[in-house]
């Protein structure tokens, strides 16, 4: 098979010369998947947008070439490339809210396109377009084609952006994270659409990802990337049945799974290295277990190893290489082995005790704002949760779960319901007390910390406003105190957020949860702004706190991994309501909702041979106006007459396992 | 003791401004995340050359502020007299420019007036001539030579400026190096700027370099002495809006309901009455109070400044409501940031939220404004002096010297030097004032700035 794309030593760097992407040679075969993948920072996206010329202003090109059916992209000039863009090649970006202009229906935008490299106009571009849309999935397109982008949802966007692409009929989609911003179950929707598109039309594809699971479930040929180079380049299947590099290995360690529950993650320490910050030897050097001397003073060469598996390190040079690989093998090996003594776990007296809490915003209208409506966000749900252990909140994004753990502090007012502490009831209670019991970490760690404020103060505001240790030379040695639990040095405390990585600031915001001593510390996704890598290290720092301390926590999240790695309970929200409670054994290995089934089958598996799809149509419809009797009804394949007239009663498995639906 | 320091209110508030200025300088320095969009504005070259000509001024405006009375030599019963006249450092620097005045009208540069007279020589006979001035030339005994002279002293006081410059330029030039500010633009401002300082104080000193005005006064002397109006209503009006537009704009955003309603109301109000109107109207109204009330001031100059603090009240009263608005719209924002929601569930009290997580995070687009602000206030009071309701016409302002060349301009020859250096000293500061606030906005816009905050 030909190559499509054949991009050899590559270089893109700033004007100080720093190299965002150094030296960098790959190729793509037609009708195939590439994909690229590494952390945040490590110069993918750069690398689609050098070859596609877009970079920014301040970064260039400044070496190699890359050649697109032949024709050699730096060599065109820029009018040129301009129907090279979007007619041979097309890009998707990460947001699709961002990347569809507001005041254009979605037609107008799809036929602009058109016109430009089909040379389609009125009623001929108008059909195509119709087209386009039907073909992304896109039900009822021949509205769909008049609206806004406004009126869609993120997954719709998404579709629109792919429907863009594919109206040049691109030989080549460069594919910028195009299911980051999406949910579990939306992502296998676009993921199955791009797959279906590439068989259906033979286009390649660029896939630049972060996410292991989408390599293992699109990629024929997958790229590493580590600080601007590739470090590893191999087929899907060698790279999951044989990952080389240290960087690779610990990648596929660090991801959390019910198969490493009881043991450490392994994280990689410390973060990606700034840019052009190492010239000389291995960039992976400082967080390499495996380095030795040679690797920090001269630069690994690249090695082919088998058949369509190359490597940049230095265990595979020379005749020895194979010798050391089977130590590796070894090695990695050991991840797997799982002890599952932690899920033996039994509930104790419940410290948090939740029973049909509501929240709900009235929908107000006209110049009275007399109330038509109300978004029940949070729509009667009861948890409990005990002492020491760990409840998951699964869902959907809008799914209410985020309003549900603010709720709980109070940052939303209840509109109903009852939440009791210890026993006692604390709505409509003294709210000062709860303040010091619960505690929120949030999802965003550039967010979330006073970009004015050191870290002292930040930790200090708390004790301060709750009264906790009084006198300052006391808070002073509780905040040193805080700081070695979390694992950050003392005299980091003098210095400002900005100073911090994200993982380090996302230890600064637990810090600050754990200076008021709570007992029950609400985690609203604290890792998804953060890298695998990075993601393990928190996750690992939550485990340990949980031992030490006793906490409790209720963790908020859309990554079913994480809760198969933490939890030892599990509810799954849906529109406001809870549809699934149990063990996380239970209702990870056997779920009996619909819905939980779903999810759990969306999650793109490292080991490739998941369960069968079930495939999940539509968007969650809006809590102002959950469609009647069972909420999960218009999307489930299984429903029945009884689903749509009643919301089914609570049918119960075991004593801890208890489901919300008509089916068994 | 010869004299007696005099202080003004408007003196009072320029200097706490002053004492305000250099107290935040002093707390930014201490802190790095502070500092670092400064030394982005260092590293402009139009903003630190504009930060040159904009300290040149401020110079000239400070030395105007301290004022003082000088005793008179008569004593009455021992105890010493004051004269009623209230001098300045800078007026005393100046005296020549301040005392020489001549009879009318006379351009730039000129040994005789403007105007022919009619004058009788010694034997009676009555000619119509250009008189000379009592002062500008009067050292040439010839008045063939008086263009030679013009040269000569141009030439030596550019050159003997270059050469103070220069000087300059060497011993600070290790110094400007270390900070990495830009050396070049820096040095050749200071070149330029100091070579026209030279030249001028050559000319100044026997001739009216900007001519006189009617009644004889030396232009450069009513330019000069207008920058401190102008500064002063630029400066001192942030006294007023600050505090309002601060307050009101971060409640009105973070309490939201029925305070954020009122506050909207009294800004949508405020902004839709014409401010000139509003301002004519308070203006009139304290002149006459001023009028009325002679026994409360001992001197004129005090007079005229309550007049224009007054004025700078108002302005400042009419102003505040577009940063309001805008401080509204970001703390609406900011609200809803996770560190925010994070204070709230340690039960932090909403004025600690306000003032230690809000307050610090609107800053830079107080300070933006603030600078922006400086330039429209400075042509505010030229246009609102020009139509009568600005300051004292006894104050020397940019506004007062336009209004009173504007009858000149249609008059046959032309007069036109009073206009044309209000015109030029005002672009200049309002110019230089400009440029800086660009290059501020750009160093604090979060937007501009991005690859930093990722890195």
Known sequence: MADILRVSGLITQLRNGA????????????????????????????????LLRLLPDGVMHAGGTAQLEGVELFGLREREMRTVRGGTAAMIFQEPGLSLNPVMTVGEQIAEVLELHQGMQGKASQQRCVELLDQVGIPDAA??????????SGG????????????GQPKLLVADEPTTALDVTTQAQVLRLL??????????LLLITHDLGVVAEMAHQAGVMYAGQIVEQASRAQLLSQPLHPYTQKLFAALPSAARIGQPLAAIPGSVPPLGSITQGCRFTARCDKAWSLCSEQTPQWTVVAEGQGVRCHLYEGQDARGKRQGMEAKVQEYHVASKSDLNFEPGSPLLQVSDLRVHFPIRKGILQHVVGQVKAVDGVSLQIPQGSTLALVGESGCGKTTLGKALLRLIPPTAGSVQFTGRELVGANIREQHAAMQMVFQDPYASLNPKMRVAEILEEGMAALNIESNSAARQAHIDILLDQVGLTRNSKWRYPHEFSGGQRQRIAIARALAVSPQLLICDEPTSALDVSVQA???????????????????ITHNLAVVEYLAHEVCVMYLGRIVERGTAEEVLRSP?????????????RIDGQGVERIRLEGDLPSPANPPPGCHFAPRCSHAMEQCRAAYPPAMTYSVTHRVHCFLN | MSFMPVMLWSDA???LLLAAGTASALYVRQREHLMLPWQRVAQSATAMVSLLVLSLFLLIGLLDTLHYRIALPEKNGGETVYSPEVLSVFDKLVTPLRTQTEKTYSAPLAVTLYAKESISDAHGNIAREYPRLRYGGAHLTDMQLQDSDVCWRWVTGMLAGMLVGLLITLGSKRWLAQRGWPLRPLLIATLIISALIGMTINLAVVYHVLGTDKVGQDVLYLSLKSIRTGLI?????????????????????????WVDDVIQYIYTVLSSIPSVLLIAAAVLMMQVTIDTHPQWFDNSASRADLRLVFLCLILGVTSWTGLCRLLRGETLKLREMEYIQAAQSFGVSSLRILTRHIMPNVMHIVLISLVMDFSGLVLAEAVLSYVGVGVDPSMISFGTMINAARMEMGREPMVWWALASAFGFMLVLVLAANLFADAVRDAFDPRLNRTEAVA
């Open chain 1, 19 to 50: 190299r965002i992407v150094d030296n960098i040679s790959f190729s793509i075969q037609n009708g195939e998947t590439y994909a690229l993948l590494g952390e945040s920072g490590c110069g993918k996206s750069m690398t689609a947008l050098s």
């Open chain 1, 143 to 152: 509205r769909r084609v008049t609206e806004y982008p406004m009126q869609l």
């Open chain 1, 156 to 167: 719709m966007k998404q579709r629109v952006m792919i429907a863009m692409a594919l109206a």
């Open chain 1, 195 to 204: 797959r279906d598109t590439q068989s259906g039309s033979g286009m390649s």
């Open chain 1, 537 to 555: 290290q928190i996750l690992n720092l939550l485990k340990k706190l949980q031992q030490e301390l006793n906490l409790s926590y209720l963790f």
């Open chain 1, 592 to 604: 009996k909702h619909p819905y939980t089934q779903a999810l759990l089958s969306a999650v793109p």
């Open chain 2, 13 to 15: 508030l320029v200097f």
């Open chain 2, 233 to 257: 209503i630029g400066t001192v009006t942030t006294l007023v809006t600050l505090p309002l537009a601060l307050l009101l704009g971060i409640a009105a955003g973070y309490l939201r309901g």
